[in-house]
């Protein structure tokens, strides 16, 4: 049945995607070719700090989201001791809040700007995951749901966020390689090892607050890299000098 509605989406997808336009600034590049180097070399060679960026950007969404959200029914079962039945509808619960918070999170970042969103987010990756992995320890229900929830929150937050982030560090005819390369090496390194990583820790160590400690460390890392991150909201960003910047108004007396 899962397998059936997903290809039910994928047909629904596909029938839309296949009539969407492309954007502007695609329809605006230069042909292929035209500029010499395929893209993939070219972005090698000269977005280098984009690639870092996104990468960086990235670990933390991929860490956040399949340690906070993937790795959530494990917890709840291995360490803390809840039914299957228990664990899964908890994380039904807190993937329900990702689709709730990711419109508003997006929201923000469009308002307030990129780098204002993914700071908060990030210092909240910082402060939140260990002590909301120390409540999904306890026996108590609500207490398991309120750290779930917490963590779905700050994990959606970073996603809704990245996808537009990460894409906005490229130029148009370097933008598919730059994710292909940076956000997609950290999502493989980070979102596929961190959840299998968090398991083999707190079996060796016996301490149920190691995975919250790991998103909380690679927040951390990831902060400066936030904190100097180049503004790309369209709404938010200064105007560039060019034939597109509009011209100042004089102001009346």
Same mark, same amino acid.
Not at 15 to 21: K, L, N, P
Not at 95 to 109: H, K, M, N, R
């Given at each position: 049945?899962? #397998?059936?509605?997903?290809?039910?989406?994928? @047909?629904?997808?596909?029938?839309?995607?296949?009539?969407?336009?492309?954007? &502007?600034?695609?329809?605006?590049?230069?042909? &292929?070719? =035209?500029?010499?180097?395929?893209?993939?070399?070219?972005?090698?060679?000269?977005?280098?700090?984009?690639?870092?960026?996104? #990468?960086?950007?990235?670990?933390?969404?991929?860490?956040?989201?399949?340690?906070?959200?993937?790795?959530?029914?494990?917890?709840?079962?291995? !360490?803390?001791?809840?039914?299957?039945? /228990?664990?899964?509808?908890?994380?039904?619960?807190? @993937?329900?809040?990702?689709?709730?918070?990711?419109? #508003?999170?997006?929201?923000?970042? /469009?308002?307030?700007?990129?780098?204002?969103?993914?700071?908060?987010?990030?210092?909240?990756?910082?402060?939140?995951?260990?002590?909301? #992995?120390?409540?999904?320890?306890?026996?108590?229900?609500?207490?398991?749901?309120?750290?779930?929830? !917490?963590?779905?929150?700050?994990?959606?937050?970073?996603?809704?966020?990245? %996808?537009?982030?990460?894409?906005?560090?490229?130029?148009?005819?370097?933008?598919?390689?730059?994710? @292909?390369?940076?956000?997609?090496?950290?999502? =493989?390194?980070?979102?596929?090892?961190?959840?299998?990583?968090?398991?083999?820790?707190? /079996?060796?160590?016996?301490?149920?607050?190691?995975?919250?400690?790991?998103?909380? @460390?690679? %927040?951390?890392? !990831?902060? &400066?890299?936030?904190?100097?991150?180049?503004?790309? =909201?369209?709404?938010?960003?200064?105007?560039?000098?060019?034939?597109?910047? &509009?011209?100042?108004?004089?102001?009346?007396?």
């Amino acid at each position: 049945m899962p #397998f059936l509605f997903g290809a039910l989406l994928a @047909a629904t997808v596909l029938i839309a995607r296949s009539t969407m336009r492309e954007s &502007p600034a695609f329809e605006q590049q230069p042909p &292929p070719g =035209a500029e010499g180097a395929g893209p993939l070399m070219t972005t090698l060679r000269s977005q280098r700090p984009a690639l870092y960026r996104t #990468f960086a950007i990235s670990a933390l969404g991929s860490v956040t989201y399949y340690v906070g959200i993937s790795y959530v029914p494990t917890c709840l079962g291995a !360490v803390s001791g809840f039914s299957e039945s /228990d664990a899964l509808w908890l994380s039904t619960i807190a @993937a329900l809040v990702v689709i709730v918070v990711t419109p #508003f999170a997006g929201a923000l970042s /469009d308002r307030a700007g990129r780098r204002p969103a993914l700071t908060l987010f990030g210092a909240l990756a910082v402060i939140l995951p260990p002590a909301m #992995f120390g409540l999904m320890t306890q026996s108590s229900f609500a207490a398991a749901l309120t750290g779930a929830v !917490v963590l779905a929150c700050v994990a959606g937050g970073i996603s809704a966020v990245a %996808a537009s982030a990460i894409a906005e560090q490229f130029p148009v005819a370097q933008r598919l390689s730059g994710l @292909a390369l940076g956000a997609t090496a950290a999502t =493989a390194l980070f979102g596929g090892l961190t959840p299998y990583a968090s398991q083999v820790l707190v /079996d060796s160590t016996g301490w149920a607050l190691i995975p919250g400690a790991l998103v909380a @460390a690679t %927040a951390l890392a !990831v902060l &400066p890299v936030l904190r100097r991150l180049p503004e790309t =909201a369209p709404a938010v960003r200064a105007p560039q000098p060019g034939p597109l910047a &509009p011209e100042p108004e004089p102001q009346s007396r």
